[in-house]
DNA sequence: GTCTATAACTCGATAGAC
DNA sequence: GTCTATCGAGTTATAGAC
């Protein structure tokens, strides 16, 4: 074989390749984050990625590795990030302001991830948080320090680091993962809800630096 | 049949017949809120009840008769009664306490029941909706002018009446829809979790007054 | 790599004896 | 009412042709 046909011959299949695993992880993505482990089904994943299910298990042996590896890309591309912000060094305020922005625009560019990831951890505690973290618990210690400080310095109220990084949690994920109920009550549409959690970002901020600000 | 005869065998067969339903039941509760529609089994239903899989279709007829059965006798006994506390004539700063005491206490006594909830109304947004409050949106016109009024006498800074309700039900029940995360990363057991929730009771109060009040 | 066909299995549901 | 046995639908996973 020629140089020039070899070289077409592995584009050609690289390209074929990368493509079609990208289109069983796209539609792979959509269905579990609709449906969860549980709910998805294979034929679903085929369809939405215009193959059949044969193919899903030469690409990924079977619905379980295939899950994981979907799972576990969406997990790290959100929860590493946001904690990240929770431990770097900055002003304890520019901090809040970070996270919340960085956590619900995250969210409402993919509103099923809090559902998802929240779900997986229910499933299989364990596993599921070392694996996200690989095996690296949150050193939140440094933001123990850092509002201890923030606190004798009279800047702000005494309060515990843990209880205000699970409120900020809180204010930021709960309004997605009960959105349904959130919107039925609040009788917002989809574009409307979107609306709302675009504004939250501030009415959180705001809502938590009054509450702990001398 | 003579009226003793007859009376015996009534006394025992209702006997029999509740004391088999109830166990299916509790049964039923326990495998559904662990594992959900999707997850739950029929025979560990069974199983855990003692009996057979055919009885549960006997006094069920399907899994998901015996699912809403389970499921609408959870959710009523939880979120009317919340909801009704928000929508009462309380002072607002009593009301906001009796609610995350309400709310918290019963996650408290029922960890698992948030995610039952939150699960359910995500798979079926509309008919589960509909049904826990019985087709009646709840009133929160209500807490809008109870909130305005607040404002204007300069008691509380100016907030949505629909931005603090969503704080408060985030606050309380996050925290047990994300229990794995929370005492993996705060390091907590079990037992260290249910007390920082009793504890929670207050600082959730506290964090909110806090935010609001002028 | 991709397909069709089908094996292997799980699980809700039913039939029928007692 | 309760049981054993089994059916039948639905799903994951594999075999084998192309």
Redesign the interface.
């Known amino acids: 074989m020629c140089l020039t046909k070899w070289l077409n011959h592995v584009t050609k299949d690289m390209k074929t390749d990368i493509s079609t695993e990208q289109k069983i992880l796209e539609a792979a993505k959509q269905v579990f984050l609709e449906k969860?482990l549980?709910?998805a089904r294979m034929q679903d994943i085929a369809d939405k990625a215009g193959i059949n299910k044969a193919l899903l298990h030469y690409y990924f042996r079977s619905k379980d590795k295939l899950f994981e590896v979907i799972f576990l890309e969406e997990a790290r591309k959100f929860m590493p990030r946001v904690v990240e912000i929770m431990m770097s060094e900055l002003d304890l305020f520019e901090k809040i302001e970070m996270f919340v922005g960085q956590y619900i625009g995250t969210l409402i560019q993919n509103p099923l991830l809090a559902?998802f990831i929240?779900?997986e951890?229910?499933?299989n505690?364990?596993d599921t948080?070392k694996k996200i973290f690989n095996n690296q618990?949150?050193p939140?210690e440094k933001v123990e320090v850092h509002v201890a400080k923030m606190v004798k310095k009279g800047i702000i109220?005494p309060?515990k680091a843990?209880?205000l990084?699970?409120?900020m949690?809180?204010?930021c994920?709960?309004?997605f993962?009960?959105?349904?109920?959130?919107q039925?009550?609040?009788?917002k549409n989809d574009k409307e809800f979107m609306i709302m959690m675009e504004q939250?970002k501030k009415?959180?901020v705001k809502?938590?630096i009054?509450?702990?600000r001398k």
């Open positions: 969860g549980d709910g559902n929240v779900n951890i229910n499933r505690p364990n948080l618990r949150p939140i109220k309060i843990e209880q990084m699970i409120n949690v809180s204010l994920a709960f309004p993962l009960a959105r349904p109920m959130v039925w009550v609040t009788k939250r009415d959180v809502f938590i009054d509450s702990i």
